[in-house]
């Protein structure tokens, strides 16, 4: 078993910025990926960024050239880096970690309002 804990989240004026951070913690051998998901009310789940255990990196068309995800390998810390922040980015968001077996888990999420 995994657990994920986020922490970061917050309120930020348009233009500013957050640093999300996603903890896993438990049996972290074998992940293959680890990623931010988001959720905005009345939305669907939207993919945000991820990053591979080879160092791979992708993001959402909304994210690129604003948000940038790392990985701190020996503490198992995903950060996600958001920068020129927009209120449609408003939404909670989720760290997600894929390890081998397909075993997959999802953090409790962590709330981000973008308003003036």
Same mark, same amino acid.
């Given at each position: 078993?995994?657990?994920? /804990? ?12 957050? /640093? ?15 990623? =931010? ?16 255990? @080879? ?6 068309? @909304? ?7 790392? /990985? ?33 888990? =999802? ?8 308003? @003036?």
């Amino acid at each position: 078993q995994v657990q994920l /804990r986020e922490s970061g989240g917050g309120s930020v004026q348009p233009g500013g910025s957050l /640093r999300l951070s996603c903890a896993a913690s438990g049996s972290t051998l074998g992940i293959i990926r680890m990623a =931010w998901y988001r959720q905005a009310p009345g939305k669907q789940r939207e993919f945000v960024a991820a990053i591979f255990s @080879s160092g791979s990196i992708s993001y959402a068309v @909304s994210a690129k050239g604003r948000f940038t995800i790392s /990985r701190d390998n020996a503490e198992n810390t995903v950060y996600l880096q958001m920068n020129s922040l927009r209120p449609e980015d408003t939404a909670v968001y989720c760290c997600h970690l894929l390890q081998s077996g397909r075993y997959e888990y =999802w953090g409790q999420g962590t709330q981000v309002a973008v308003s @003036s």
